[in-house]
């Protein structure tokens, strides 16, 4: 399988929310780029959203204490025979740059953010159906018809206060993902259940399934176990699980 389409399931509330914020900066940068006011609205939203998950839990905690686990266990795999050093190096380089990055940050993350009175208007109209309107929000409708350079002047501020969260959590979903080779598997009749072993408990599964399948799956487990259900896509129908035989891959990431 090479051209494959990845679902993935979280296994603790830690990388859940790492996939959330990578989801969202996604979203930002897909839209800041462009210069008409829809995919201003659509960029400022997903900042709001991240602002909204900042201002949760403590997550410059959580985060320093992640990229400090695994620097821990890298440490230890220095140790072991034919590791490839320079490629360890560069990894353990990256994770040593993103604390220092993170650690430097003023107090909780986004916290300028949140006190922006811009900012804090569009988010507490945005829990409204159409809370954005002209009428509701007229400062926000003339910030949306300043000129281009303006408004990604503006965003380029905002997000440049994310900077170093952005890259650690990127750094950390990377190193997740390519802990474990994948492995092919077979699923009877669309279902499939592995139990986890509690001496490595894994953090996220990922199911690779070819571009071109026309179906999908559901996800569900724990740290002691998970199973996948894959089910066929029927127009706008609710989705069934197929009663055939499905190959895919499937990536248990235990890092």
């Not at 399931?9 to 996604?26: D, G, S, V, Y």
């Not at 025979?81 to 993350?109: C, F, K, S, T």
């Not at 994948?182 to 509690?198: N, V």
């Not at 176990?225 to 990536?251: G, M, N």
Request: charged share 20%; net charge neutral.
């Amino acid at each position: 399988m090479t051209d494959l389409i990845h679902f993935e399931h979280p296994l603790n509330e830690r990388i859940r929310t790492f996939l959330r914020l990578e989801h969202l900066f996604l979203q930002v940068d897909h839209f800041r780029p462009l210069a008409d006011s829809w995919s201003n609205r659509a960029a400022i939203q997903g900042l709001l959203s991240m602002v909204t998950i900042f201002g949760r839990s403590d997550l410059k905690t959580e985060i320093l204490k992640e990229l400090e686990r695994h620097t821990s266990n890298l440490e230890r795999v220095r140790q072991q025979p034919g590791v490839n050093m320079e490629a360890l190096g560069q990894v353990l380089d990256d994770l040593e740059q993103a604390i220092h990055q993170v650690y430097r940050m003023d107090g909780q993350i986004a916290r300028r953010l949140r006190s922006n009175e811009f900012l804090t208007a569009i988010l507490q109209r945005s829990s409204i159906p159409g809370g954005g309107c002209n009428f509701d929000l007229p400062q926000y409708h003339y910030w949306l018809n300043q000129p281009y350079e303006v408004r990604q002047g503006q965003m380029s501020e905002w997000m440049h206060d994310l900077h170093p969260v952005r890259e650690a959590v990127v750094l950390l979903l990377n190193l997740v993902r390519g802990s474990h080779l994948p492995t092919q598997e077979k699923a009877h009749q669309g279902f499939f259940q592995k139990t986890l072993e509690s001496s490595s408990p894994a953090q996220l599964i990922r199911v690779g399934l070819p571009r071109s399948s026309s179906m999908f799956t559901e996800i569900s487990g724990n740290k002691h176990r998970f199973s996948i259900r894959f089910l066929e896509a029927v127009d706008s129908s609710k989705a069934v699980q197929t009663s055939h035989e499905v190959d895919f891959q499937l990536t248990a990431c235990i890092f």
